[in-house]
Structure formats: structure tokens, C-alpha cells
């Protein structure tokens, strides 16, 4: 055996296991009777070796340094993720807003790019030298993954807010990869949140005034706030259209996309009516264009046409790095800045920054 590692030769016909500091022998060769203790131990209590301390073996001492590595976490070797350099995009500095401008990115119908374009709208504007707030109210928390914070389960996160009344503040997290740019996470905790919130006085307002009281109170208020919304008109997406002043929809260049579009136009103007008068309709992005068909482009000339004040001219072509990005924990403005995806969402946060916020009602923005 070798002294200094502690493992046997392999023709010894000893081997030894160590666990916090103790060896647990191998059972007896035929070469030594059961009962025989091994050189190597001889003169220990047990067959077993001291390594340090006379109390290093008892079983008090392992217990206590298992629950303290498990208290630790588990020990990986990887070194801390470097923060990729980001090239600013064209356009920027981008001009800063007189008050901060809050987003909310809706879209009833899933798999129309909501998640993806506010993470790398949100990228893509911290590049260009803004301050970026993103709320993700998605139980699913993808907007969460892609911006590389933690988000499992018991991490303070936007239900804390919603439901726990804990102040915004303490649950914003800066994102790894982009300066500027900061996160309030979802967890898996916010799947219930609708039904604990049905018993709720204004339950609809709850977010509104978490994010007015996490203005009033922070030392440098974000340029913009992104919300990020789950596929569906519930008490989650409601709360986020009463505490934005703008809309902005990610439209799918494909019929079906158009076809709900109808629908979220009139729970738009239902909050307008009911619940928040200053909300507006003020962007429509098209994503997951394919110039290489004839569909797209005719969505694309359709919307333009219902909508010329509100569509950007900058579109989102289909792209592999787009869709790659996540999986790495970041947005493709850092994954691959010269991707023909994180070009055009650069052309789209230079846009919207140059473009005038709506007009809101002093009382109501603050």
C-alpha cells in the first residue's frame, strides 16, 4: 500500500475507502484470517486508521462534516462564467428616457417569441448603455434561464411580491453576462400564485404598486422595465398590464398568429377601460420571419398595414443562435453578437429607444 495516498497495490490484495477522514477496510483476503488486522491499522480501535485528530473518526465528527458539505453544496471545479464581451450595438449610446418606460410583452398565443424578445430586447438595450429592469411573471421562468439567474424553487422571486408583499427590491438579481441589465426571477412557486391571489384585495393592482414603490425608493431608477408574461389572460397577465404604460406583442409571422391577435386587442382595451386608462398599445415586433416564403411576407405587409404606427421596422428572422442562446444561460446578444438574430434585435432596442414614449398621466406613471 501506499502510505501517502492510501490505496493499495494491486497485488497487495488490500484496498481501502476513505470517507471524511476514515478508511473502511475491504473484508479479508484469503490470505489473512478474518479476524487479522491489517499492518497498515494495526493498533487502531476497529481495524480503522487515524489520519488526524482522536476525534476525527467518531461518528459525531462525520456526521457533522457530511451535514457540512451538504450545507455547502455540492464542489465543482468550474471556475466563475467570465462576462463576455459585448460589442455596443449600432446606434448606441441610445438616447434615455425622461421616466422610466415599463413594457409589458404579451401575446395570448405561446411560441410567438415573447420570452425570447423581451430577454434580448432587454440585452440588447443594456448593451446600448440603458438601465434594464426585466420582471419575468412566467412559472415557467425561461426569461429567468436565459438571463442566467438562479430561479428553483424557495428563491425569493416575483411571488414573494405578489403574494408576500416583499418589497421589489429584494428579490433583483443583476444578470452575469450584461451590465446593466438586471432580473426579477420566476420560480415554479408562481404556478399557484393565481388561485392564493383570488382572495386578494385589488389583486389586480399588487404588482403596479410593488413596482411604484421600487421607483420611488431605488437610488438610480431603470431607463426601462421589461415584463414578460405567461401565454394566457390570467390574474399573472393582468397584474402585468396594469402595471405597464406600453404594450408591446411579438407577432409570428404565420396566420395563426394573426388570428388571436383580434382577441388581445379587446382584453387590451378591457384593461384600458376597467383597470389601467394610460396602457397603450405602442409596439408590435414581428418575429420568426422567413423571407424565403410567401406567407411571411404577407403577414408581415398585413400587419404593416393595420398597424403602421405601431410596427418596428426591424424584424427578427429565424436563427439557430436565437434558439441556441438559452441553453447556454445567456441571450444571444452575448452568445453571438454578430448572429443575424442579435443584429436584429439590436436594430429593434435602437428603434424603440428613438421612438417617443406615449403620452401618461403624471399621477398614474409615478
Do not use: W
Not at 479479508?28 to 476497529?46: I, L, N, Y
Not at 441556441?324 to 436594430?347: F, K, N
Request: proline content about 9%.
Amino acid at each position: 500500500m501506499d502510505e501517502a495516498t492510501g490505496v493499495g497495490d494491486p497485488g497487495d490484495g488490500r484496498s481501502a475507502a476513505f470517507v471524511h477522514d476514515t478508511v473502511i477496510p475491504e473484508q479479508a483476503s484469503p490470505e489473512r484470517g478474518e479476524d487479522e488486522t491489517p499492518p497498515d491499522v494495526a493498533g487502531t480501535p476497529g481495524g480503522q486508521l487515524h489520519t488526524g485528530s482522536a476525534d476525527a473518526a467518531t461518528p459525531d465528527a462525520v456526521t457533522g462534516a457530511r451535514a457540512a458539505e451538504e450545507a455547502a453544496g455540492p464542489v465543482t471545479n468550474e471556475a466563475p462564467r467570465e462576462r463576455p464581451s459585448i460589442p455596443p450595438p449600432p446606434g448606441a449610446p441610445f438616447p434615455r428616457p425622461e421616466r422610466t418606460r415599463i413594457f409589458t410583452i404579451a401575446n395570448q398565443k405561446g411560441g410567438v417569441g415573447k420570452t425570447t424578445t423581451a430577454v434580448n430586447l432587454a440585452a440588447a438595450l443594456a448593451a446600448g448603455g440603458s438601465r434594464v429592469l426585466v420582471i419575468d411573471t412566467d412559472p415557467q421562468g425561461n426569461a429567468s434561464t436565459a438571463l442566467g439567474i438562479d430561479h428553483r424553487a424557495g428563491v425569493p422571486s416575483v411571488y414573494d411580491v405578489l403574494v408576500e408583499d416583499a418589497p421589489l427590491a429584494e428579490v433583483v438579481h443583476d444578470c452575469p453576462d450584461v451590465p446593466g441589465l438586471t432580473c426579477v426571477p420566476a420560480t415554479i412557486d408562481l404556478a399557484g400564485a393565481e388561485i392564493e391571489l383570488v382572495s386578494f384585495v385589488a389583486r389586480e393592482m399588487r404588482l403596479q404598486r410593488a413596482v411604484r414603490a421600487y421607483l420611488e425608493t431605488v437610488a438610480e431608477a431603470p431607463d426601462y422595465i421589461l415584463i414578460d408574461c405567461p401565454p394566457s389572460l390570467g390574474l399573472l397577465t393582468i397584474n402585468a398590464f396594469v402595471a405597464g404604460h406600453e404594450v408591446l406583442i411579438p407577432i409570428q409571422c404565420e396566420y395563426y398568429a394573426l388570428e388571436g391577435l383580434s382577441m388581445l386587442l379587446r382584453n387590451i382595451e378591457m384593461i384600458q377601460r376597467h383597470l389601467n386608462p394610460d396602457l397603450r398599445l405602442s409596439t408590435i415586433l414581428l418575429t420568426m420571419y422567413d423571407a424565403r416564403t410567401r406567407l411571411s411576407s404577407q403577414v408581415v405587409d398585413e400587419v404593416r398595414n393595420h398597424f403602421p404606427d405601431q410596427v418596428l421596422r426591424a424584424t427578427v428572422p429565424r436563427s439557430v443562435r436565437v434558439s441556441e442562446a438559452p441553453s447556454h444561460g445567456q441571450t444571444v446578444i452575448s452568445y453571438d453578437p454578430a448572429s443575424t438574430g442579435a443584429l436584429a434585435y439590436c436594430r429593434a432596442a435602437a428603434e424603440l429607444a428613438t421612438r417617443p414614449a406615449p403620452a401618461v398621466n403624471e399621477r398614474n406613471a409615478q
